[in-house]
């Protein structure tokens, strides 16, 4: 029973991990770029949604509903993911004749992590908040096991909006475009394909991916901080090692895994202990099988 | 200083199934000045790659003074006497004229003996003298004129004191003093017994340089011998019709005149 | 001088020292996101010896910075296979396995931290970093400094002239990973105090961000990022406890340093200081210096 519940929590854990390993794999498999800033949207989206929510002495306590504060946090991380597309992605297409110089967009994505990450220290202060939804349970009980219900959502919704995006890659005429640019970024330029006008569409999704993922993490938790973004998002990047880069569904197994290695390494061995698995895991892969269980060898091995 | 012999045998090379390199065999002579023309895609620069090591042959051997260098290492290649240039410059572009060209020698110097030590200055600054370009030692060489980059290339592989010295298109892009200039270097370079191999477009240079021409096309030899007698060979003029005929023809006409 | 200000002296010696370390591999041509872990060796490796087995502050630094090599000597084959992304997450898991390991010590404090009582001056890190300086100055002038500057800019021609390209990867590894030790020892005995938290995410990046907005080009590159980034957000915290109109500069100077990496990005992605730009600055004082002499 004890781990038929650790299992569950595992796989609650995962499902966020899953969504959040979604959205760097998707930058990394289109443009080939390691958005460092997906924490911080992350964390961005839950913090606004915070904000608007609760009521209180700190700027934007609005006490709006939840849903039109979740709503008002997710687009204000799509915002901040178009401004971060235009200081980042756009100078990978400067050629520079080096390795380091291709870190251009890396070094832009980590300043960006700081922008944002000391922005909301800055207005809401670096305290932990409680965000909850106002319904009375939020758990289902059957046979004894607990299962979160914004846990449980947040696994559909991923697995839903994956099953989307992959079938939208396939047919629509943007996901076309976007294999293009994946392919072959000048090639796509010269078979027609706007590269300026379809890249903020990766950046969009990914900072809707992160904004959701984001707040269904405060919602399950109940607790937002500045902080929340860099300890799920070095799990994510686990995950999306681990189901291979640039892969969406090997993201959501990746994830899965991660969070289930995470709650029972945590239940085995301690709290002390958490970080040795997840990156040992993750140096481990690196060196054996770099391209992950589902990954192809191709990718994030010229650019950053 | 002495120059070597290189020949390929049996050499094959394919990509993805695309066969680029054919069962090529021909032999360059020790101290010869030669020239491996052919029209584009014939597979000049992948022969000169196979050579210096930068991919490895799927068939055949390359030997250097009948020692088979294909199994060498690519960084260890130049310590046998294969140097070369690159047809689109390839040097260091945030190292000075005097860095880039001291790469050249780096092989044959201890790891940790000091690069800017005043007799190995001293040495590469001759060198530089040499090809005429005294005057730029400091500076970074992305800032530098094509000309002159060019050049430096040739010093760079020049430094290696190489056996065998391979030039990739090293005349394309200089007017006609940086041509000419570059060939008397060359013939310099001759006159101590290194062997001279070149991929050249431009006739005119090879005809002036070489003593000895071999074609490729489709990764093939159709044709070795004189540079006067490949403007007669059917074969290489078919090979050229529709693509660099032209090029031929008034090359041909340049001659009669 | 004024406790205040040779405090910030000593930090900022320190983060040039650990510059520096992210520097060597740099220079090489090898992202390395990891300056945390070689730090945390450093640090408990030195910080154990003079307060668990009582050495004297010198051997200590000097065996922490030897280890953090060793360790780095060891982890540079299998790293050295990665490339691009792949070696940037490689880097950042190893400091990030590091600091996991040092948390579940518990002879060197485990989660509490470990705490020195010998004290690291002025007077011990300052030689210490014109030694560190000096050594890297020396490094870059020989043939392997000009073997590890040509890798950064094209491996494959730097490999077909005969550079023996792994041999001067691992070399750059092994010497930044020591420097990355001896900046660790000195931090621990300038704060008294060492735990895994001193080096959190931002550690690594953050001294990745020195190296990388200062210039890979010349050894002036992360004495260049680590002044700027040592020196910006101190005025801006004196500025904000100056005028308590400009209290928002608390917590707001880390907003101005994202904004700056990101514009000089923009601005001058090769770094504040490059090759061109001493040249630029060469040319003009020796204008300067023909005219004095001609008047």
Same mark, same amino acid.
């Given at each position: 029973?004890?781990?038929?519940?650790?299992?569950?929590?595992?796989?609650?854990?995962?499902?966020?991990?899953?969504?959040?390993?979604? *959205?760097?794999?998707?930058?990394?498999?289109?443009?080939?770029?390691?958005?460092?800033? !997906?924490?911080?949207? #992350?964390?961005?989206?839950?913090?606004?949604?915070?904000?608007?929510? %609760?009521?209180?002495?700190?700027?934007? %306590?609005?006490?709006?509903?939840?849903?039109?504060?979740? *709503?008002?946090?997710?687009?204000? *991380?799509?915002?901040?993911?178009?401004?971060?597309?235009?200081?980042?992605?756009?100078?990978?297409?400067?050629?520079?004749?080096?390795?380091?110089?291709?870190?251009?967009?890396?070094?832009?994505?980590?300043?960006?992590? !700081? !922008?944002?990450?000391?922005?909301?220290?800055?207005?809401?202060?670096?305290?932990?908040?409680r965000l909850e939804l106002p319904f009375r349970d939020m758990d289902l009980h059957f046979a004894g096991l607990i299962v979160g219900i914004p846990h449980l959502f947040s696994l559909g919704l991923a697995i839903t909006l994956v099953w989307v995006l992959s079938w939208l890659l396939k047919r629509s005429s943007i996901g076309r475009a976007l294999r293009a640019i994946a392919e072959n970024p000048d090639a796509a330029t010269l078979m027609g394909v706007e590269v300026a006008r379809i890249v903020p569409v990766v950046f969009l999704v990914?900072?809707?991916?992160? %904004?959701?993922?984001?707040?269904?993490?405060?919602?399950?938790?109940?607790?937002?901080?500045?902080? !929340?973004?860099?300890?799920?998002?070095?799990?994510?990047?686990?995950?999306?090692?681990?189901?291979?880069?640039?892969?969406?569904?090997? %993201?959501?197994?990746?994830?899965?895994?991660?969070?289930?290695?995470?709650?029972?390494?945590?239940?085995? #061995?301690?709290?002390?202990?958490?970080?040795?698995?997840?990156?040992?895991?993750?140096?481990?892969?690196?060196?054996?099988?770099?391209?992950?269980?589902?990954?192809?060898?191709?990718?994030?091995?010229?650019? #950053? | 200083?002495?120059?070597?012999?290189?020949?390929?045998?049996?050499?094959?090379?394919?990509?993805?199934?695309?066969?680029?390199?054919?069962?090529?065999?021909?032999?360059?002579?020790?101290?010869?000045?030669?020239?491996?023309?052919?029209?584009?895609?014939?597979?000049?620069?992948?022969?000169?790659?196979?050579?210096?090591?930068?991919?490895?042959?799927?068939?055949?051997?390359?030997?250097?003074?009948?020692?088979?260098?294909?199994?060498?290492?690519?960084?260890?290649?130049?310590?046998?006497?294969?140097?070369?240039?690159?047809?689109?410059?390839?040097?260091?572009?945030?190292?000075?004229?005097?860095? $880039?060209?001291?790469?050249?020698?780096?092989?044959?110097?201890?790891?940790?003996?000091?690069?800017?030590?005043?007799?190995?200055?001293?040495?590469?600054?001759?060198?530089?003298?040499?090809?005429?370009?005294?005057?730029?030692?400091?500076?970074?060489?992305? $800032?530098?004129?094509?000309?002159?980059?060019?050049?430096?290339?040739?010093?760079?592989?020049?430094?290696?004191?190489?056996?065998?010295?391979?030039?990739?298109?090293?005349?394309?892009?200089?007017?006609?003093?940086?041509?000419?200039?570059?060939?008397?270097?060359?013939?310099?370079?001759?006159?101590?017994?290194?062997?001279?191999?070149?991929?050249?477009?431009?006739?005119?240079?090879?005809?002036?340089?070489?003593?000895?021409?071999?074609?490729? $096309?489709?990764?093939?030899?159709?044709?070795?011998?004189?540079?006067?007698?490949?403007?007669?060979?059917?074969?290489?003029?078919?090979?050229?019709?529709?693509?660099?005929?032209?090029?031929?023809?008034?090359?041909?006409?340049?001659?009669?005149? | 001088?004024?406790?205040?200000?040779?405090?910030?002296?000593?930090?900022?010696?320190?983060?040039?020292?650990?510059?520096?370390?992210?520097? &060597?591999?740099?220079?090489?041509? &090898?992202?390395?996101?990891?300056?945390?872990?070689?730090?945390?060796?450093?640090?408990?490796?030195?910080?154990?010896?003079?307060?668990?087995?009582?050495?004297?502050?010198?051997?200590?630094?000097?065996?922490? @910075? &030897?280890?953090?090599?060793?360790?780095?000597?060891? &982890?540079?084959?299998?790293?050295?296979?990665?490339?691009?992304?792949?070696?940037?997450?490689?880097?950042?898991?190893?400091?990030?396995?590091?600091? @996991?390991?040092?948390?579940?010590?518990?002879?060197?404090?485990?989660?509490? @931290?470990?705490?020195?009582?010998?004290?690291?001056?002025?007077?011990?890190?300052?030689?210490?970093?014109?030694?560190?300086?000096?050594?890297?100055?020396?490094?870059?002038?020989?043939?392997?400094?000009?073997?590890?500057?040509?890798?950064?800019?094209?491996?494959?021609?730097?490999?077909?002239?005969?550079?023996?390209?792994?041999?001067?990867?691992?070399?750059?590894?092994?010497?930044?990973?020591?420097?990355?030790?001896?900046?660790?020892?000195?931090?621990?005995?300038?704060?008294?105090?060492?735990?895994?938290?001193?080096?959190?995410?931002?550690?690594?990046?953050?001294?990745?961000?020195?190296?990388?907005?200062?210039?890979?080009?010349?050894?002036?590159?992360?004495?260049?990022?680590?002044?700027?980034?040592?020196?910006?957000?101190?005025?801006?915290?004196?500025?904000?406890?100056?005028?308590?109109?400009?209290?928002?500069?608390?917590?707001?100077?880390?907003?101005?340093?994202?904004?700056?990496?990101?514009?000089?990005?923009?601005?001058?992605?090769?770094?504040?200081?490059?090759?061109?730009?001493?040249?630029?600055?060469?040319?003009?004082?020796?204008?300067?210096?023909?005219?004095?002499?001609?008047?």
């Amino acid at each position: 029973m004890q781990s038929a519940q650790q299992l569950i929590n595992g796989l609650m854990l995962g499902g966020i991990l899953a969504f959040v390993a979604v *959205a760097f794999t998707l930058t990394i498999g289109m443009l080939n770029f390691l958005n460092f800033t !997906i924490p911080a949207l #992350f964390m961005l989206a839950a913090m606004v949604t915070w904000a608007l929510s %609760a009521s209180g002495e700190h700027i934007f %306590a609005l006490g709006l509903p939840w849903y039109a504060a979740a *709503a008002i946090g997710i687009a204000v *991380a799509m915002v901040a993911s178009l401004i971060i597309e235009r200081f980042t992605y756009r100078y990978l297409k400067a050629h520079y004749g080096d390795a380091t110089e291709h870190a251009l967009p890396l070094v832009s994505s980590l300043g960006f992590l !700081i !922008i944002f990450e000391h922005a909301v220290i800055t207005l809401w202060g670096s305290d932990p908040q409680r965000l909850e939804l106002p319904f009375r349970d939020m758990d289902l009980h059957f046979a004894g096991l607990i299962v979160g219900i914004p846990h449980l959502f947040s696994l559909g919704l991923a697995i839903t909006l994956v099953w989307v995006l992959s079938w939208l890659l396939k047919r629509s005429s943007i996901g076309r475009a976007l294999r293009a640019i994946a392919e072959n970024p000048d090639a796509a330029t010269l078979m027609g394909v706007e590269v300026a006008r379809i890249v903020p569409v990766v950046f969009l999704v990914t900072g809707m991916l992160s %904004a959701l993922a984001g707040i269904l993490y405060g919602f399950s938790y109940s607790t937002v901080t500045p902080y !929340i973004g860099d300890a799920v998002a070095t799990d994510a990047i686990t995950g999306m090692v681990l189901g291979g880069l640039g892969n969406v569904w090997g %993201a959501i197994v990746g994830g899965l895994l991660v969070g289930l290695i995470k709650v029972f390494a945590i239940s085995q #061995f301690g709290a002390e202990i958490e970080k040795i698995p997840v990156w040992g895991l993750l140096l481990l892969i690196l060196i054996i099988r770099p391209t992950g269980i589902f990954g192809k060898s191709r990718l994030g091995r010229g650019k #950053f | 200083m002495n120059g070597a012999e290189l020949s390929l045998a049996g050499v094959c090379k394919s990509f993805g199934g695309l066969t680029v390199i054919d069962h090529l065999g021909f032999t360059v002579k020790r101290g010869s000045r030669t020239a491996l023309i052919g029209p584009n895609g014939a597979g000049k620069t992948t022969v000169f790659n196979l050579v210096s090591g930068v991919y490895p042959i799927d068939d055949g051997t390359i030997s250097l003074d009948g020692e088979d260098i294909s199994i060498v290492s690519p960084a260890g290649r130049i310590g046998h006497g294969i140097s070369r240039s690159f047809q689109n410059i390839r040097l260091m572009p945030h190292l000075s004229t005097i860095e $880039n060209v001291m790469l050249g020698e780096h092989w044959r110097r201890p790891a940790f003996s000091l690069a800017r030590g005043r007799r190995a200055v001293e040495s590469v600054k001759a060198a530089l003298a040499d090809a005429g370009l005294q005057t730029y030692p400091g500076q970074v060489v992305a $800032n530098l004129p094509y000309g002159i980059q060019k050049r430096i290339e040739v010093v760079r592989a020049l430094l290696a004191e190489p056996k065998i010295l391979m030039l990739d298109e090293p005349a394309a892009g200089l007017n006609n003093a940086e041509s000419d200039d570059l060939r008397a270097l060359l013939e310099r370079v001759s006159a101590r017994g290194i062997t001279l191999l070149v991929v050249e477009h431009d006739m005119h240079f090879v005809r002036r340089l070489c003593d000895h021409v071999v074609v490729l $096309n489709f990764g093939r030899l159709i044709f070795e011998g004189t540079p006067e007698e490949v403007h007669r060979d059917p074969a290489v003029l078919e090979a050229y019709l529709g693509t660099d005929a032209r090029a031929v023809q008034s090359d041909n006409t340049a001659k009669a005149r | 001088m004024s406790g205040y200000m040779s405090g910030v002296l000593a930090v900022l010696l320190i983060n040039m020292v650990i510059a520096y370390s992210v520097f &060597l591999p740099a220079a090489a041509g &090898l992202l390395n996101l990891g300056a945390a872990g070689f730090v945390l060796i450093g640090g408990y490796t030195a910080g154990g010896l003079t307060s668990r087995a009582g050495w004297p502050l010198v051997p200590a630094i000097l065996v922490a @910075g &030897l280890f953090a090599g060793v360790v780095a000597f060891v &982890l540079a084959f299998p790293i050295l296979r990665t490339r691009g992304v792949y070696m940037v997450l490689a880097t950042f898991a190893f400091a990030e396995v590091v600091g @996991g390991i040092y948390l579940n010590i518990p002879s060197l404090g485990g989660a509490t @931290g470990l705490s020195v009582s010998t004290y690291a001056g002025l007077p011990v890190i300052i030689p210490t970093t014109v030694c560190v300086v000096a050594f890297v100055a020396w490094l870059l002038s020989t043939r392997l400094g000009l073997a590890m500057r040509a890798a950064h800019d094209d491996e494959n021609v730097s490999l077909l002239f005969g550079v023996n390209l792994r041999m001067v990867q691992v070399a750059a590894f092994t010497a930044g990973g020591a420097l990355g030790g001896i900046g660790g020892a000195l931090l621990v005995h300038q704060f008294n105090f060492i735990d895994v938290q001193t080096t959190g995410v931002l550690f690594s990046i953050y001294v990745l961000l020195y190296v990388l907005i200062g210039g890979t080009q010349t050894a002036w590159g992360p004495f260049a990022g680590a002044l700027f980034f040592t020196v910006v957000p101190e005025i801006l915290r004196t500025m904000s406890k100056l005028d308590p109109s400009m209290k928002f500069l608390e917590a707001g100077r880390f907003i101005v340093f994202g904004i700056a990496v990101v514009l000089i990005m923009v601005v001058r992605p090769e770094g504040l200081i490059t090759r061109t730009l001493i040249e630029k600055v060469q040319g003009s004082l020796r204008r300067l210096a023909a005219r004095e002499t001609a008047a």
